[in-house]
């Protein structure tokens, strides 16, 4: 049987750009999560990265991200 992996790609991120009912979530998440995030002391790159991009937004769309996907798909013919 064969397995297919399963990979992830970052995205960006501006709750200016959403609409409706997506709009009225991420913004009350951006609120108690980012309120939460920038009380906390000992944050990671990580988790400074998360509160930048909630609070003014970010894109973390990379082309060498695809690395892995691409090296995947050329070894299926192997």
């Not at 064969?2 to 990979?7: E, G, H, L, R, T």
């Not at 309120?35 to 937004?57: P, S």
């Amino acid at each position: 049987s064969s397995s297919i992996p399963v990979f992830t790609l970052q995205g960006g991120f501006d709750v200016k750009k959403l609409h409706g009912i997506y709009k009225i979530m991420m913004t009350i998440m951006v609120k108690t999560a980012g309120k939460g995030l920038a009380n906390k002391q000992d944050r990671t790159q990580e988790e400074d990265q998360m509160l930048e991009m909630m609070l003014h937004g970010g894109k973390y769309v990379d082309e060498k991200n695809l690395k892995a996907i691409l090296d995947w798909y050329g070894k299926r013919g192997e």
